[in-house]
T-cell receptor, first 112, second 110 residues
Framework: DVKVTQSSRYLVKRTGEKVFLECVQD?????MFWYRQDPGLGLRLIYF???????EKGDIPEGYSVSREKKERFSLILESASTNQTSMYLC???????????FGPGTRLTVT | GQNIDQPTEMTATEGAIVQINCTYQ??????LFWYQQHAGEAPTFLSY????GLEEKGRFSSFLSRSKGYSYLLLKELQMKDSASYLC???????????FGTGTKLQVIP
């Protein structure tokens, strides 16, 4: 079974803090994604990566950056957290040979 | 870009059939996904349609009409555990980029 894990299920941070969200997949997938999910807005793509050290902006990259130093790990960074970044963050991965995305359990981030 | 539209909420009775519609407007369209998401959980893959027509997978079927920009998910013999949000998502472009709709929250009642 494909397994996508995220470093925390729940996280509370203060405004202005630097926040790291980690995602690890164990199936050697080439592509990894970060989404945020908000009520009434659905899943929105923040960034994705199709290879190590490669990244592409999604639909809402402002206020976020990413890092992919190893194939299995994709990190989302909030340089200076703000209250409007309070959300559920979901990581996903997919191999080049398939379009099915495998999602992690999500991290519910609250910025106070 | 892509625009995905689906109803916000639906209610159906246990044992019945329900059809969840999705319309999309997209350039460079490749195919259409359906995902299921139970409250508080991650989305899980249900189907991916590339060609026109109906694809059946057990109690769930998915239909696509590329010319009409239209898809639906059909759930038969509804069970209480089918209460969840159903996400329609369009795949376009050369990368593995997918755009999700806001989801349809289905409530199955006894």
């Amino acid at each position: 079974d494909v397994k996508v894990t995220q470093s925390s299920r729940y996280l509370v941070k203060r405004t202005g803090e630097k926040v790291f969200l980690e995602c690890v997949q164990d199936m050697d997938h080439e592509n990894m994604f970060w989404y945020r999910q908000d009520p009434g807005l659905g899943l929105r793509l923040i960034y994705f990566s199709y290879d190590v050290k490669m990244k592409e902006k999604g639909d809402i990259p402002e206020g976020y950056s990413v890092s992919r130093e190893k194939k299995e790990r994709f990190s989302l960074i909030l340089e200076s957290a703000s209250t409007n970044q309070t959300s559920m963050y979901l990581c996903a991965s997919t191999p080049d040979t398939s379009y099915e995305q495998y999602f992690g359990p999500g991290t519910r981030l609250t910025v106070t | 870009g892509q625009n995905i539209d689906q109803p916000t909420e639906m209610t159906a009775t246990e044992g019945a059939i329900v059809q969840i519609n999705c319309t999309y407007q997209t350039s460079g369209f490749n195919g259409l996904f359906w995902y299921q998401q139970h409250a508080g959980e991650a989305p899980t893959f249900l189907s991916y349609n590339v060609l026109d027509g109906l694809e059946e997978k057990g109690r769930f079927s998915s239909f696509l009409s590329r010319s009409k920009g239209y898809s639906y998910l059909l759930l038969k013999e509804l069970q209480m555990k089918d209460s969840a949000s159903y996400l329609c998502a369009g795949h376009s472009g050369g990368y593995q980029k997918v755009t999700f709709g806001t989801g349809t929250k289905l409530q199955v009642i006894p």
